[in-house]
Every structure is written in structure tokens, then in C-alpha cells.
């Protein structure tokens, strides 16, 4: 009798053998009392610690088998139950910062407090600081910074002090006042003159009222070349290139932010009406000069 008839052999076991997790479990004394009370999860016959045991005393190769399959149990429900939510993986956690410490609220200044804070802060400025950054360094709400501000600049107008604080260029900075001009001049100058040749002065008021405008357009409006007077007012910051025009490709010129600091001025519209400085009859040179 060949292997394969006679019965028992080695053949037949391995086709009848059955993977301890995939085997019913053995029937207990609760099953017994009631028999639906375990139900395997997800149609997987579920394998028990002690299980594992008894099939690893009986067979090394075997327990281990069920040992892996009681793990990958574990394992995949620990990833069906990050899935639903109910458990927050770590990588998630470090993800969204949840579980780090809340950063400690920022100390809440009194009045005196931020009043000298921004007086400190306004004397090193070398341009004027806009509110939005006041509030950022001093880590204060910007509806606080605002007031503060016009409540400091009020008080040093009534004080008479020989400077004052006011808006220019879309910020704040502190500037001597006016009357007190010839006395820094003659501090700062010690007899050497920087001021502008009235031909860059011509030039610079042509770009503050018609910017954006070209090289050539302000040479037509002043009758004389102008080239070189644009490159000085370039160097000392007062005006810059901002793009080109569309039909002819020319350089387009326009005021620097420097130029409204220069000048004390928060923006263009504030710049002086040109109406009242017009001649009478410029209506008439115009149509003379066309």
C-alpha cells in the first residue's frame, strides 16, 4: 500500500491540518451557561493569551504561529480605533500641538509702563515705526498703541518741549519743532551747506505732483534737461524707479518714503494744493508755449 492509500499519513494530516487561529475555540463553562455571549470581532476567530500558551506547550512552531496572530489582533485594532478617533496617534498629536504647553499670556502693561516703553522705543528709531509694530515688540493690543500715542504727542505740545511727535510717512518719530530749526541747522551744518540746488528742488517738486512720470515728461515741463538732476536726487534717496512705461518703455520715477520723511509728511495727499503758488495768467503762457 502506496503513502498516498494508506490512511493517516503525512499527506492526509497536512491537508487536514487547520492554523490554530483559524480553529474554534474550546467551549467554557460560561459559553456553556450562555452560548452567543462570544462572538469573534470582524468574522476573525479570536485567539487568547492562554491559548497561545497551550498551543506553544503542545507545539514550539505552532504557539508561535498563534502568538503572531494574538499581536497582529492587537495591533489592528489599536489602528481601527485611531481611525475612528477614539485613540490620538502621536504623530497626530505632535501634528496639531496638542499636548504641549500653552505659551504663558503676555504681561498686561499699565499706562506708565507703556507710555515709557514707547517713549524708550521712539527715541532710537532712525524712521518712523508704524502703530502695528509698536504693538508687536511691546506684545500689546494695537487698539492700546494708537491713543497712547496721540495722548504722548499731546502732552509734549502742551509742555512746550523743543520737540514733538507726530505721524510721517505712514509711522511715528519724533522731530524737533520749527521754530527751533535755525539752532539744530547751525549744530548739524557747523557751515556746510547740503541743501538742494534750486534746479533738483524744481525737479523733485515736478515728480512729488505728477509721480509716476518719465525723464522725458519732466524735462518738458521744466524746458531743460534733466538727466543729471535725476541721478542726484536717485542717490540721496528722495526718488526711485518704479517700473516702465507701456508705450514707450521709458523709466517711470516716483518719491521716496525717505522724501515724505524728509518732509514731514504722513503721505502725497498731503502735500500742499499747486492752485494758490499758479501765476494769474499761466492759462495764457500755456497757449503761448504750445
Known amino acids: ?62 504557539g508561535a504561529v498563534a502568538a503572531g496572530a494574538q499581536t497582529a489582533e492587537v495591533g489592528a485594532g489599536q489602528f481601527e480605533a485611531v481611525q475612528a478617533g477614539a485613540v490620538e496617534s502621536p504623530a497626530r498629536k505632535e501634528r496639531t ?70 505721524r510721517a510717512a505712514g509711522g511715528w518719530r519724533l522731530y524737533t519743532r520749527p521754530e527751533y530749526a535755525s539752532y539744530v541747522e547751525r549744530f548739524v551744518l557747523d557751515g556746510q551747506s547740503v541743501r538742494l540746488t534750486q534746479a533738483a528742488l524744481e525737479t523733485l517738486a515736478v515728480v512729488a505732483y505728477k509721480q509716476p512720470v518719465t525723464r522725458s515728461r519732466i524735462s518738458a515741463i521744466r524746458g531743460v534737461n534733466c538727466d543729471g538732476v535725476i541721478r542726484t536726487l536717485v542717490s ?35 502735500l500742499p494744493p499747486l492752485a494758490p503758488f499758479l501765476p494769474d495768467d499761466v492759462e495764457e503762457f500755456a497757449d503761448a508755449t504750445r
Not at 521712539?122 to 497712547?148: C, K, N
Not at 522724501?259 to 495727499?269: C, H, I, R, V, W
Open 236 to 270: 540721496r534717496g528722495l526718488v526711485e524707479e518704479c517700473g516702465t512705461e507701456a508705450d514707450s518703455g521709458a523709466y517711470l520715477y516716483r518719491t521716496t518714503v525717505m522724501f515724505l520723511e524728509k518732509l514731514g509728511l504722513n503721505s502725497l495727499d498731503d
Open 1 to 62: 500500500m502506496s503513502n498516498e492509500e494508506r490512511p493517516g499519513s503525512l499527506a492526509d494530516q497536512a491537508a487536514a491540518w487547520i492554523p490554530p487561529w483559524q480553529r474554534p475555540a474550546p467551549p467554557t463553562e460560561a459559553d456553556a451557561a450562555d452560548p452567543g455571549a462570544k462572538v469573534p470581532s470582524h468574522g476573525r476567530t479570536e485567539t487568547t493569551s492562554s491559548e497561545a500558551a497551550e498551543a506553544q506547550a503542545a507545539d514550539p512552531q505552532e
Open 97 to 166: 500641538g496638542r499636548g504641549r504647553p500653552a505659551p504663558p499670556p503676555a504681561p498686561v502693561l499699565d499706562d506708565a509702563e507703556l507710555r515709557g516703553a514707547l517713549e524708550a522705543i521712539l527715541l532710537v528709531v532712525d524712521e518712523p515705526v508704524s502703530e502695528l509694530t509698536l504693538a508687536q515688540v511691546l506684545e500689546q493690543p494695537a487698539e492700546r498703541v494708537g491713543p497712547m500715542l496721540d495722548e504722548i504727542a499731546a502732552g509734549y505740545t502742551a509742555a512746550g518741549h523743543g520737540f514733538e511727535l507726530r
